[in-house]
């Protein structure tokens, strides 16, 4: 049996809610849907206007998963649509989630973790996301936390940018710089790639951008990847399809400090006792976007020095 949900003029039946979707917690797709319920507001400007990736888990996170970039024929004509050029042809035909029907849709589809571009779709080529994925090589934390700081030094106090840090709720952290939209996919991550190389140069002893693992030795990848064309990151406050239903948490810079903290800190059950307490710490990221042309000239002058 199936439950009705309707969101206004929008109405959708969701079924199977007793699936097991976490084993070891006994999380369900009941659960699921009604974390997503709840956080819609606190999400919702982050998927604005994004084309998204869902990664979906129908029997749960044990089970098969698959990554869905094309809107299945299936689904409601209501929920919103961008159709990107493929590089080899044709279209891919994004769900774009602007509103808490699609964002509870999405779940009752088992989609536990949206993944979102860098870019909006009325700019699909100019990003307004800057980020650096920060993964410990060796499990150590404290590593990343260290690293995160250096990054931020660089970006903000260097080269003028306003930076913000994120747990993914899997193994790391992301730094990410709010942009103004003037520069290509191209630009913005041969920028990344020139931040990373000299971040290498000045903790060699740390950090590596060397893309095979082989060759990192014990050292934290600068991951700048996600800053290219189609890439996606995962959304702030997105459920992670680990146990324990972790969730991405934004975070104010001094929190750092407490050795408490791990990627997976925060889960569905516990996140909104912070969001209660402290709010949304990225709520105002988009009024501090800085245009990227001085950080590239001051980035350059850097390496000359």
């Not at 710490?281 to 800085?290: L, Q, S, T, Y």
């Amino acid at each position: 049996m199936g439950t009705e949900k309707k969101f206004g003029n929008h109405s959708f039946e969701v079924s199977n809610l007793d699936k097991i979707f976490f084993p070891k917690k006994g999380y369900t797709k009941a659960d699921l849907i009604e974390y997503y319920e709840k956080i819609s507001d606190t999400i919702l400007p982050y998927l604005k206007d994004r084309p998204l990736t869902m990664i979906r888990f129908p029997n749960g996170i044990d089970d098969k998963r698959f990554y869905q970039k094309d809107e299945p024929d299936y689904f409601p004509k209501w929920i919103k649509t961008k159709s990107v050029n493929k590089k080899e042809g044709g279209k891919t035909k994004y769900v774009v989630c602007n509103d808490k029907e699609t964002l509870v849709y999405l779940a009752s589809q088992a989609c536990i973790t949206p993944h979102i571009w860098l870019s909006k779709t009325d700019k699909i080529d100019k990003p307004d996301r800057l980020i650096f994925d920060l993964d410990p090589s060796n499990g150590d934390f404290s590593e990343v936390k260290k690293a995160a700081k250096q990054v931020r030094k660089l970006l903000e106090d260097d080269l003028g940018l306003s930076v913000y840090v994120m747990t993914t709720g899997s193994r790391g952290l992301h730094v990410v710089a709010p942009i103004r939209r003037s520069k290509t996919f191209d630009e913005v991550r041969e920028f990344a790639q020139k931040a990373a190389k000299y971040l290498e140069s000045q903790y060699s002893e740390k950090l590596t951008t060397a893309a095979r693992k082989n060759k990192r030795e014990d050292k934290l990848f600068l991951d700048v990847a996600r800053n290219g064309t189609g890439q996606t990151a995962v959304t702030p406050y997105a459920v992670r399809p680990i146990e324990g239903a972790p969730v991405a948490t934004p975070l104010d810079w001094d929190e750092l400090s407490k050795s408490s903290l791990s990627a997976q800190s925060y889960n569905i059950k516990n996140i909104f006792r912070r969001l209660g307490s402290k709010g949304d710490p990225w709520k105002n990221i988009d009024e501090n976007a800085k245009d990227l042309s001085s950080a590239i000239k001051k980035l350059e002058k850097l390496k000359k020095d």
